[in-house]
């Protein structure tokens, strides 16, 4: 037994010590910044703990088992890790329905998969062979040998055990007993309660933090529900927000047609960027100075767990995404009164295209209470040639210019038209032929220099589909609008937030990231503006109501018509930390333990760092607005209204 229990513990302190050691180079991956080292401390403490209980078990197979706890928290470090390099959060069990989509990134996850991260799990299947190569060459040996026997005798707590004298292994046989690990973690926590640090614990450190996200996702938060209420005055005022007020360029697109261009992964910053000497989008450049084109170019993403579905979602509803599963899966079912509805309900047809599977994201089912009365998706395109993610742009634009000549005949009535682009999609692989760009060598094979080929691509084909809706006598009755779903360049990749600041001559980061453009163009007006109001994707709903002319008295938006509104906010919850504040002058960055006290916030023009506490304010109304943009979708409030 005593050789049984020295070999055991000498597997539980290898497989501690490793733990530990990836629990350092975790706790870099995902960029714990403050209490790091008390953050290891406690992880490693509990899988000793877990570790402990384990080879102290009655069962036949400890090493088996053991094994399966070490590779099973090594996997879990490496999707959290690789999940927060693209998202800059934690994995939940929230997402677990959105695992079979994972078959359709694949390109993107050999991207974040680095080496740094994939050590996370190398050493796995060395100790799996050399598991089975000692186990056969024991039996082969030995067949009586200790391995094989039974050991139920064992005491969980080794109590009664010979005595070993004072000595290093009695002192650390007596520390890794589980009664004494487990006080010591019961202790570290009543220390980080009365220290202040516990939040650090609970929204960074491996077990605690999933431990919370599987009570959170079983129990309902009663505090999160409370915070959210919507009282009478909340109600008006979302209502108020939603009301046409007659005012600048109301109403100028009353009657025509509408056709809004969702551009897949299209930043700002590549609007007028001229890359050695190359227009980055001419078309889109072309566009812009168009007499009867409104560029918004202070405009940002809004998003929730469903990147480009919650960027539909919040442009066509003015509502905040849901932070718990993708919102067009979570509430496909409620109730709405987007744009959709609202032009319909003056007359107009609307259909949605997208060259991609009608059920992913759960579009074919969310689209119908979205209002879209047609779906044309993948199965109604025929397919030349795919670029990446699915159907290339050129296709897609010319093929649906055959449905849009089909929907303008339909009734004779003016229709919307809401189209959602996909070549550009990232890692923005473009094959060969359509690379017409000349990368700097230093560009090469990265995510910048890929994008800009991607959009460089994308835009050709946008003007290529204006000169079709002239052509097929479309253009001159129809208001268009463009905007891109969402980032291209994520600010906190190591590798390639310098090689952006580099090309921008200032701090990539957040405010820049979500940074995306938005252009509404209405042939025949003379409006040619670059107009700066801040705004977000929840700002489109109510800009493009205002232009359309149409009242919306069945609605709540958060949004405002940003052609007529001098003061805005913009309140992240994705990237950036519920909290976090985004104003014409300065950004408030919510730290990623949620303590207010660890966030910075900094001048958006000189990117100096100024005091936080003047957003204290600000900062708690964030939270008040999306949480009751939350209730409104928990409750389904608008057939509440009704």
């Known amino acids: 037994m005593n050789y049984e229990l020295n070999k055991k513990g000498h597997k539980k302190m290898i497989y501690s010590l490793l733990l530990t050691l990836k629990f350092i180079l975790y706790t870099n991956l995902i960029k714990v910044e403050y209490n790091r080292i008390s953050i290891i401390i406690t992880s490693s403490l509990i899988s000793a703990l877990i570790l402990s209980l384990i080879y102290r078990s009655k069962s036949k197979h400890k090493s088996r088992n053991s094994l399966i706890f070490y590779s099973v928290v090594s996997i879990l470090m490496l999707g959290n890790a690789t999940y927060f390099a693209h998202f800059n959060n934690l994995l939940s069990v929230k997402l677990i329905p959105q695992i079979p989509q994972l078959k359709t990134v694949g390109e993107n996850l050999k991207i974040l998969l680095d080496m740094k991260k994939l050590l996370l799990i190398t050493d796995i299947p060395i100790i799996i062979a050399y598991r089975f190569f000692t186990r056969s060459k024991a039996r082969a040996k030995d067949p009586i040998h200790p391995l094989h026997r039974s050991h139920s005798n064992v005491n969980l707590f080794n109590v009664g055990a010979r005595p070993q004298g004072f000595s290093i292994s009695s002192i650390i046989n007596f520390i890794r007993r589980p009664i004494v690990l487990g006080v010591a973690v019961i202790a570290l926590f009543a220390i980080f309660n009365i220290n202040g640090t516990i939040n650090t614990i609970k929204t960074q450190e491996l077990f605690t933090y999933h431990l919370l996200d599987i009570k959170n996702t079983i129990i309902k938060d009663e505090k999160a529900e409370a915070d959210g209420i919507l009282t009478k005055a909340d109600i008006e005022d979302l209502k108020s927000r939603a009301s046409l007020k007659e005012g600048n360029l109301t109403g100028i697109g009353k009657g025509k047609n509408l056709i809004v261009l969702q551009v897949e992964a299209f930043q700002n910053f590549a609007v007028g960027l001229t890359y050695d000497g190359q227009e980055i989008t001419p078309n889109i450049n072309k566009l812009i100075e168009d007499k009867s084109s409104i560029y918004y170019n202070n405009y940002h993403q809004m998003l929730g767990r469903g990147n480009t579905s919650d960027a539909e979602f919040v442009s066509q509803n003015s509502l905040y995404p849901s932070m718990e599963e993708p919102t067009y899966t979570q509430y496909a079912h409620n109730t709405y009164y987007g744009l959709p509805w609202l032009l319909r309900d003056n007359g107009y047809n609307a259909w949605v295209f997208h060259g991609y599977k009608a059920d992913y994201w759960n579009r074919e089912e969310a689209y119908v209470n979205q209002g879209f009365q047609r779906f044309i998706s993948e199965k109604d395109f025929t397919f030349d040639d795919i670029i990446g993610f699915g159907l290339k742009d050129e296709d897609f634009f010319d093929q649906s210019i055959h449905y849009l000549k089909e929907l303008d005949k339909k009734d004779e009535n003016p229709f919307y038209a809401f189209m959602i682009t996909l070549s550009s999609h990232t890692p923005f692989l473009m094959p060969e032929e359509y690379q017409t760009l000349k990368i700097r060598e230093e560009h090469k094979d990265t995510m910048l220099g890929n994008y800009l080929q991607a959009i460089h691509y994308t835009d050709k084909e946008i003007g290529r589909f204006i000169e079709s809706l002239k052509k097929e006598g479309l253009y001159d009755d129809t208001v268009i609008a463009i905007y891109g779903d969402h980032f291209a360049v994520l600010s906190t990749d190591e590798n390639e937030q310098p090689i952006m600041s580099d090309l921008l001559g200032e701090r990539y980061d957040f405010d820049s990231m979500m940074n995306i453009p938005l252009i509404i163009h209405v042939p025949g007006e003379d409006i040619h503006e670059i107009n700066t109001t801040l705004g977000s994707q929840l700002d489109f709903y109510p800009t493009i109501a205002n232009i359309m002319g149409y009242n919306n008295e069945k609605g709540l938006v958060f949004g405002r018509d940003l052609n ?34 660890h966030s910075r916030a900094y001048d958006r023009e000189t990117r100096k760092e100024i005091d936080i506490n003047q957003f204290k304010a600000l900062s708690k109304k964030a939270e008040e607005e999306i949480n009751k943009g939350h209730y409104i979708l928990k409750h389904d409030t608008l057939k509440e209204l009704k």
């Open 564 to 597: 007529n509104t001098e003061e805005n906010y913009v309140f992240p919850q994705t990237y950036m930390l519920k909290g976090s504040v985004i104003t014409d002058t300065s950004v408030l960055e919510i730290s990623r333990d949620g303590i207010f006290e």
